[in-house]
């Protein structure tokens, strides 16, 4: 569950000397970052008190807004929004519901120093500055998903569900299930990007219908992958759209 410390430059125009950051050598005092997001581990992504979102839409409405050049950090919760608990049990990954997955925070409304919002076609440059692990939440997971619900490529050979924790001790990570392991990882903001137009969703969305529609039936990834969709269609099983209340 890393927090994202970033700096974030919005532009259509090429960046120039002119409003490139300030050259180290001048010795400027560094910023405090604002805390635009934040997220409690110990609540559902629908109760934070900015709820996250689980679908990429332009009708879910901004939660924050950030000027060119703002620096802010952004709390984020793990892909699968809490469900894989730090224990020994793998019955978490074994019964994961996949179809309430990949919570994003935000989304964040950008605009520029005279607070003019960013709209499709526009540049957004984001620099992340930093990564780093929640503080007293310092820990993470791996897991093999069972065949029947989410399986993987090597699903064959490890069919069954299984999970290791992994605890962060400074770059590198230990699991008391892995024992005599201990290696230095880079730490991934996961899921990162800019909401649709509704013009570039309805392109998406007809193009992942065709290949339904025309698709055979047993056209699948491998043979391991057999209950694999050719695409994933609009779906409002598991959906979390921040904001915006169920039934609206």
């Not at 952004?74 to 074994?94: L, P, R």
């Not at 960013?118 to 503080?135: Q, R, T």
């Not at 290791?164 to 990570?173: L, T």
């Not at 698709?215 to 979390?240: F, I, M």
Request: glycine share 8%; net charge negative.
């Amino acid at each position: 569950q890393p927090s994202l410390l970033t700096a974030l430059l919005p532009s259509n125009r090429p960046l120039s000397r002119s409003n490139q950051p300030p050259h180290t050598s001048l010795k400027m005092p560094p910023r405090t970052p604002i805390p635009l997001i934040t997220v409690n581990p110990a609540k559902k992504p629908w109760e934070q008190e900015k709820p996250l979102h689980n679908r990429w839409h332009p009708d879910i409405p901004a939660v924050a807004e950030v000027k060119e050049g703002d620096l802010f950090t952004v709390e984020t919760v793990d892909w699968t929004g809490g469900q894989i608990k730090d224990d020994d049990n793998s019955d978490d990954v074994k019964f994961v519901d996949l179809s309430q997955v990949h919570y994003l925070s935000g989304p964040i409304k950008v605009t520029d120093k005279d607070g003019v919002p960013a709209k499709p076609g526009d540049i957004l440059v984001v620099e992340l500055s930093n990564l780093y692990p929640l503080a007293g939440d310092e820990w993470g997971f791996t897991g093999i998903f069972d065949r029947d619900n989410g399986g993987g490529f090597l699903t064959d050979h490890f069919p069954a569900a299984a999970k290791a924790v992994w605890y962060f001790d400074g770059v590198y990570a230990y699991s008391r299930h892995v024992p005599g392991v201990r290696f230095p990882g880079l730490i991934h903001p996961g899921l990162i990007g800019t909401a649709p137009s509704a013009e570039l969703l309805n392109i998406w969305n007809t193009r992942e219908k065709s290949l339904v529609d025309g698709g055979e039936k047993a056209t699948t990834l491998c043979s391991v992958l057999q209950t694999r969709p050719l695409a994933c269609l609009p779906n409002a099983t598991g959906a979390c759209l921040g904001t915006v209340k169920p039934g609206t």
